[in-house]
């Protein structure tokens, strides 16, 4: 059965955004994470695809557009295919 949809924080976790997943829960908390352009602040909420993701991380900013989910932490290589940078 393919997933079509995913906490944001293991999201952010499992695609190598964030090294943790309490890091990732605690971006989102602080307000660091957008989708489709509305700030979140709960670190359940789920994301689906075409779904656009903003990270501001490090005074770095992020834009991707969801293409994937998997139920594991990838390598690098495989974790990009399933987001673009925008």
Do not use: H
Request: glycine share 4%.
């Amino acid at each position: 059965m393919e997933v079509c949809e995913q906490r944001i924080d293991n999201w952010l976790y499992r695609l190598r955004f964030i090294k943790t997943r309490n890091n990732s829960q605690k971006i989102i908390k602080e307000g660091n994470v957008r989708i489709n352009k509305f700030k979140i602040y709960k670190p359940s909420i789920k994301i689906k695809y075409g779904d656009i993701i903003t990270i501001n991380v490090n005074k770095q900013t992020l834009v991707v557009m969801v293409n994937g989910f998997t139920k594991r932490r990838l390598n690098y290589k495989k974790a990009q295919e399933l987001y673009k940078i925008l």
